[in-house]
């Protein structure tokens, strides 16, 4: 799996997890259906899970006007997996990080989403 499916799949997989009732299991087998699984899909989507109370933290004090419950799912899902990538992936170029977080709003929100993304995103890579 290349890492741009393998984020496309752990956006899918983490939004399905937003305020729902679904295990990580069963998220990842909706998404994956009979796809094998990638070591790279598995790190982000364990390392999102697992540190989404900090990203959240981290998140928060980044955004000007807005909490981060107020955000649309979409936003706040590929934030958090780029806030992860920023923070606990070092081996991934922030201006990566950055253009797959913006091709991710393209891909599953709309104009808006990807230019508040950047916005929000330039803040970590500015620190």
Known sequence: MKRHDAREKAVQ????LDNTDLTLQEAIGHVLNDE???AFFEQLVQGV???QKEID???SRNLENW???RLPKIERTVLRLAVYELLFMQDTPSRVVLNEAIELCKTFGDEKSSKFVNG????????
């Open 49 to 51: 899970t697992e540190n």
């Open 67 to 69: 909490s981060l419950g």
């Open 57 to 59: 933290e981290k998140l």
């Open 36 to 38: 094998e699984s990638d």
């Open 120 to 127: 929000v995103l330039s803040k970590f890579t500015q620190q």
């Open 13 to 16: 997989v983490l939004f399905q």
